[in-house]
């Protein structure tokens, strides 16, 4: 991973900083949530670092401490405690979704240095490109103009989970763990290596 140019990597610290940053402006400055946010950052950037996510052989891969806290976390939340979740500026999400666009460009560039594989792309089987692109225009269209209808809003919202659903799913078995379907030849190896652990 040493041979990738910094510029990848400082086009996915600044797409994290800009998430971050969204969110805690989302949540009504969340003193809390931004808590939260920072130390799990941390927390991932030095279990990163230490090369804990390499050692691929283990069932249930080390990958899933990585990934399903937050899942379980925001389901924990969504069936406790929603109003937290329905307090959240819903015209401030939608802006998030850009942060696909340089992430999708980051991802396409880890390719072209083989540390991940073309599915994971948008020039292969990823659409969340598709989501950061079209996200002004839902923005723009509900939150200035209102002329989208909750029905075409939560239409884009799940389009956009599915989207998400395709793309985690696509990485986790192209990783090189004793569950991978796809990428022999190229496995997805980037997002075992910081600052790439911050994606998920």
Known sequence: MEHLPFYIRLIFILSTIFSVWMLYKASNYSKSLILIILSWLALQAIVGLSGFYTVTTTIPPRFALLVFPPVVLIAVLFFTRKD?????????????????IPVEIGL???????VIPGIMTFDGRNFDILCGLTAPLVYYFESIKNVLSRKILIAWNI??????????STAVLSAPFPIQQFAFD???????????????
């Open 159 to 168: 389009l956009c989970l599915l989207s998400l659903a395709n793309i985690v």
């Open 108 to 114: 396409y560039w880890l390719f072209m240095h083989r």
């Open 84 to 100: 937290i979740l329905d307090s959240f500026n819903v015209k401030i999400l939608t802006l998030l979704h850009v942060v696909r």
């Open 186 to 200: 190229q496995p997805n190896i980037a997002l075992l290596y910081f600052p790439f652990v911050w994606l998920p």
